[in-house]
T-cell receptor, first 115, second 116 residues
Framework: DSGVTQTPKHLITATGQRVTLRCSPRSGDLSVYWYQQSLDQGLQFLIQYYNGEERAKGNILERFSAQQFPDLHSELNLSSLELGDSALYFC??????????????FGEGSWLTVV | AQSVAQPEDQVNVAEGNPLTVKCTYSVSGNPYLFWYVQYPNRGLQFLLKYITGDNLVKGSYGFEAEFNKSQTSFHLKKPSALVSDSALYFCAVRVPYGGATNKLIFGTGTLLAVQP
């Protein structure tokens, strides 16, 4: 158990709908990351938050947004869903470390199926 | 651009034999390299990392990896494979933006199949 908790584990929704994925980082970790894993794209970095502020952005679609709350949990919002958004969405977290090389710990993921 | 390559989509090995899963990287500056494993329908589990120091890094479940700067490689190894090692293995390189940013770039993954 990595200590990163994601809900829901599985989600089936229709095209055009909106869903919210939730993540609780490991205790004490200030950085939260979102990744998307699909067969055709592999593991893609979406976005990173650090202590409530957006820190880095990757291949995140405009239809997707995220935020990190004061209690450090994070939510990934996916809207106007398309069939191609079906994927496994990972949340991960890491502690702050000025020397770098922090280990990033991943949750079990949220399986999203768009039908 | 920072990148990592896993040249083999699949590696097959007999139980009890040594295994190697290959990874090469391309980064500017000092690389931070990681290996993760993904079991079926599970999340990514951290195995080991290289930051600095000894080129041979030991990790979880008996795995180790050797950092080779001249060959820009970070191959994952295990002296004796187990059937339970069968999984998808990912190599990753850290891309520093500065401060507390810590983005990981992943390879495409290598499926390890250990036959009994």
């Amino acid at each position: 158990d990595s200590g990163v908790t994601q809900t829901p584990k599985h989600l089936i929704t229709a095209t055009g709908q909106r869903v919210t994925l939730r993540c609780s980082p490991r205790s004490g970790d200030l950085s939260v990351y979102w990744y998307q894993q699909s067969l055709d794209q592999g593991l893609q970095f979406l976005i990173q938050y650090y202590n409530g502020e957006e820190r880095a952005k990757g291949n995140i679609l405009e239809r997707f947004s995220a935020q990190q709350f004061p209690d450090l949990h994070s939510e990934l919002n996916l809207s106007s869903l398309e069939l191609g958004d079906s994927a496994l969405y990972f949340c991960a977290s890491s502690a702050t470390d000025s020397t770098g090389g922090n280990t990033i710990y991943f949750g079990e993921g949220s399986w999203l199926t768009v039908v | 651009a920072q990148s990592v390559a896993q040249p083999e989509d699949q590696v097959n090995v007999a139980e009890g034999n040594p295994l190697t899963v290959k990874c090469t990287y391309s980064v500017s500056g000092n690389p931070y390299l990681f290996w993760y494993v993904q079991y079926p329908n599970r999340g990514l589990q951290f195995l080991l990392k290289y930051i600095t120091g000894d080129n041979l890094v030991k990790g979880s479940y008996g795995f180790e990896a050797e950092f080779n700067k001249s060959q820009t490689s970070f191959h994952l190894k295990k002296p004796s494979a187990l059937v339970s090692d069968s999984a998808l293995y990912f190599c990753a390189v850290r891309v520093p933006y500065g401060g507390a940013t810590n983005k990981l770039i992943f390879g495409t993954g290598t499926l390890l199949a250990v036959q009994p």
